[in-house]
């Protein structure tokens, strides 16, 4: 088992340097003439939009660039996705997790979610929604919401969970979709589906698998990522990886999120397999975006660099409006936002400081 579950948490809780400037009177060529100064919101003068990195971190100015002026310190931080627990505790997870073993499906999950709560307290705000509500086929609701402070309260419930009751995956998710904290717009938000068996309720009376509840729990995962909310799939056990992989398959593609492999959902045939799995997602939902306390008066301006643990040998990072590899900043939330393999680098633990810096707005 990996010694520590999100390895990047140490970089994206350090303070951020951001200087915030008013308009300067030097001009981009250095001649005075302000000749270079075309408004286009580029550092070296192009229409469009990108900047050529000539602007060094201490202040200094390459031809063609923009000074940094007038510094000051703001505090930034990562801000904590919103991930929600929807868990099956069907009667079926009273059953071997695997055949010959003596563990059973519902201590291994209580084991592997207790471990993914104690490394993700203070990283992520964990909510908690367990299915079936009795010993039939109601569906689960929001139990716990998504907060900052919700993991003791998660605790003493996983603590206390039983299995008995049919599978309505469905309506459970459906339920997930109406939570209303899962739709925060300033923040990531995230479900991990972790069920042992395929679907039975409604139609099936929470006893017999059947194509319609399929589609149910299918649609409902649709619905969920159409809304901006991704979801993680997990199969526990060895009777369902084997039996029908299909639907989980289906699912995980319709959530956002299959792994990349031929399965694309997390098999669990063991709790290491689970734990492992729960690491994995852990750490991807790891936010990829820092929100600043002050809003940057030029945002066109900014800047990012990746520096060393001491702040030093920065590399000013690519500005990438498309969303693919690069930042971006979101003005709506005052976030700065990162995407493809620069926050793959993030969530590995790769960067040991990040700066953001602002340059002073084009001259009158």
Not at 293 to 305: A, G, K
Not at 315 to 322: C, P
Not at 336 to 346: K, V
Request: hydrophobic share 35%.
């Amino acid at each position: 088992m990996r010694k520590c579950l999100f390895p990047c948490a140490v970089l994206i809780i350090g303070m951020l340097a951001l200087f915030g400037l008013p308009a300067c009177s030097s001009s981009s060529n250095g001649s005075g003439d302000g000749s270079n100064d075309d408004g286009s919101n580029n550092s070296d003068g192009n229409s469009d939009g990108s900047s050529n990195g000539d602007i060094n971190k201490d202040g200094a100015v390459g031809p063609g660039d923009l000074p940094i002026c007038d510094e000051f310190e703001i505090q930034a931080g990562s801000i904590p996705p919103n991930l929600l627990l929807v868990v099956d505790k069907s009667g079926s997870m009273d059953y071997a997790t695997a055949a010959g073993s003596n563990r059973k499906k519902i201590d291994d999950a209580k084991a592997a979610l207790t471990m993914l709560l104690t490394e993700g307290d203070g990283k992520i705000r964990f909510g908690w929604l367990p299915y079936p509500i009795g010993s039939e086929c109601t569906p689960g609701v929001v139990t716990v919401e998504c907060a900052d402070d919700s993991v003791s309260a998660i605790q003493i419930l996983v603590n206390t969970l039983r299995a008995n009751g049919g599978t309505p995956t469905g309506e459970s998710l459906n339920n997930a979709n109406s939570y209303t904290g899962l739709h925060d717009e300033g923040r990531n938000n995230f479900v991990v589906l972790l069920t042992d068996g395929m679907p039975t309720c409604p139609n099936g009376d929470g006893r017999t698998e059947n194509a319609a509840d399929n589609a149910l729990a299918l649609t409902a995962v649709e619905s969920l990522h159409a809304a901006g909310i991704d979801t993680f799939v997990i199969g526990l056990g060895e009777d369902i990886n084997n039996s029908n992989p299909d639907l989980l398959n289906d699912m995980a593609e319709a959530g956002g999120r299959p792994r990349a492999a031929a399965v694309k959902y997390y098999q669990a045939n063991s709790l290491a397999d689970l734990e492992a799995a729960l690491q994995d997602i852990g750490g991807m939902v790891i936010g990829c975006n820092l929100s600043l306390d002050t809003e940057p008066e030029y945002p066109n301006w900014l800047w990012v660099f990746f520096c060393d643990v001491n702040g030093e040998n920065c590399v000013a990072q690519s500005r990438d409006r498309d969303h693919v590899n690069g930042w971006d900043y979101n003005d709506a939330n005052n976030q700065i936002n990162f995407y493809g393999p620069m926050c793959d680098q993030l969530r590995a633990g790769t960067i040991e400081h990040l700066e953001v810096l602002m340059g002073c707005a084009p001259p009158d």
